[in-house]
């Protein structure tokens, strides 16, 4: 479960290109991959029009996205959950109640560049977004494998 503050610009964008990234690696059956928001404020919008580009230059299809919210109960449906940025990582771990299991990351933990993902929502840069997803995927599968 990939999560960010609204579900319509990082977290989605985290989720169409790992679904991508496992497809081409011909490893999807191994995943049951979703994407969700610690706020209400976007429940039911579609994806951020930035996201949108990045996702169309790669014929991704988001167009039954809609933003949905983290769940208590979704703590035992995943297996890990891989938020963007500290306050995510707050936010996650009240919502779900915890995280006894240690299954709450940031994305970019399973890098050599622990940081927050950057935020388009007020940097406007999708492509500095688009970089730090691909480089957590990378590092995040690179994990899975190891593991």
């Given at each position: 479960?990939?999560?960010?503050?609204?579900?319509?610009?990082?977290?989605?964008?985290?989720?169409?290109?790992?679904?991508?990234?496992?497809?081409?690696?011909?490893?999807?059956?191994?995943?049951f991959v979703s994407s969700s928001?610690?706020?209400?404020?976007?429940?039911?919008?579609?994806?951020?029009?930035?996201?949108?580009?990045?996702?169309?230059?790669?014929?991704?299809?988001?167009?039954?996205?809609?933003?949905?919210?983290?769940?208590?109960?979704?703590?035992e449906k995943y297996d890990y959950?891989?938020?963007?940025?500290?306050?995510?990582?707050?936010?996650?771990?009240?919502?779900?109640?915890?995280?006894?299991?240690?299954?709450?990351?940031?994305?970019?933990?399973?890098t050599d560049f622990s940081r927050?993902?950057?935020?388009?929502?007020?940097?406007?840069?999708?492509?500095?977004?688009?970089?730090?997803?691909?480089?957590?995927?990378?590092?995040?599968?690179?994990?899975?494998?190891?593991?």
């Amino acid at each position: 479960m990939f999560v960010c503050y609204g579900n319509i610009c990082r977290s989605p964008m985290a989720e169409f290109l790992f679904l991508q990234e496992i497809k081409k690696r011909k490893i999807e059956g191994e995943f049951f991959v979703s994407s969700s928001a610690t706020s209400y404020e976007e429940i039911g919008n579609g994806v951020h029009h930035g996201t949108r580009k990045i996702l169309d230059r790669f014929g991704i299809d988001y167009s039954k996205k809609r933003a949905c919210h983290l769940e208590k109960s979704d703590y035992e449906k995943y297996d890990y959950f891989l938020v963007m940025d500290e306050a995510n990582l707050h936010d996650a771990r009240c919502i779900l109640g915890g995280d006894s299991e240690k299954k709450v990351h940031k994305l970019l933990d399973f890098t050599d560049f622990s940081r927050d993902v950057a935020d388009p929502w007020y940097t406007r840069n999708f492509e500095v977004t688009y970089d730090d997803i691909m480089l957590g995927i990378d590092g995040f599968l690179d994990y899975l494998r190891r593991k």
